[in-house]
């Protein structure tokens, strides 16, 4: 399954709502996986299955989406999440991740 | 608290080998799946290989079938990664990962990364 991410890039202001898409090649069940990643460190898992928040993760972060079209959206963004995010599938092997989509500061 | 702690970063000639390592701690490590995810330089995730909790599932990348082996010591709470016939293109960070639960292949704790570098 490829994961397209879009937008590469995605240049927002603190307080903004970010939509960030992760469109599938085919369909498949919600076994989908949203993470943050700053420079130099490794990923943080957000959500898991489409739309469950990992322990820990703040309610700004959601997900949502089925069959081949996903969404993670940050309802207002707070400086620390500027940074990479990633989709991951794991319905079916080879697992595979999208390019990612970079949020910057406008 | 859950640490997965990986060995150091290492400089290797092309069609060497090297094994990667990452001790685990803070969780019953032999109830968990574990995986390895590598990351070329200025590039995204590249999901590499996992092992099961019994190591009765192992499963690879096409780009490492035949030259990586995936491994664990439950007993030592460790996970390994045989690289052998290495290339320039394997030079990446490799992290290693917990599956969110036994038979999970999305990731919740992550290694801090050893950086792989292929060059003569």
């Known amino acids: 399954i490829v994961l397209t991410q879009s937008p590469a890039t995605l240049s927002l202001s603190p307080g903004d709502r970010a939509t960030l898409s992760c469109r599938a090649s085919?369909?498949?069940?919600?076994?989908l996986a949203w993470y943050q990643q700053k420079p130099g460190q490794a990923p943080r898992l957000l959500i898991y299955?489409?739309?469950n928040r990992a322990t820990g993760i703040p309610a700004r972060f959601s997900g949502s989406g089925s069959g081949t079209d996903f969404t993670l959206t940050i309802s207002s963004l707070e400086p620390e999440d500027f940074a990479l995010y990633y989709c991951q599938q794991r319905f079916i092997w080879p697992l595979t991740f999208g390019g990612g989509t970079k949020v910057e500061i406008k | 608290e859950v640490h997965l702690v990986q060995s150091g970063g290492v400089l290797v000639k092309p069609g060497g080998s090297l094994r990667l390592s990452c001790a685990a701690s803070g969780f019953t490590f032999e109830t968990y799946a574990m995986t390895w995810v590598r990351q070329a330089p200025g590039k995204g995730l590249e999901w590499v290989s996992s092992?099961?909790?019994?190591?009765?599932?192992?499963y690879y990348a096409d780009s490492v079938k035949g030259r990586f082996t995936i491994s664990r010591d439950n007993a030592e709470n460790s996970l390994y990664l045989q690289m052998n016939s290495l290339r320039a293109d394997d030079t990446a960070v490799y992290y290693c990962?917990?599956?969110?639960?036994?038979?999970?292949?999305?990731?919740?704790?992550w290694g801090q990364g050893t950086l792989v570098t292929v060059s003569s």
């Open positions: 092992i099961s909790s019994t190591s009765l599932y192992i």
């Open positions: 990962a917990r599956g969110r639960y036994s038979s999970s292949w999305d990731f919740d704790y």
């Open positions: 085919q369909t498949f069940n919600n076994y």
């Open positions: 299955d489409a739309s």
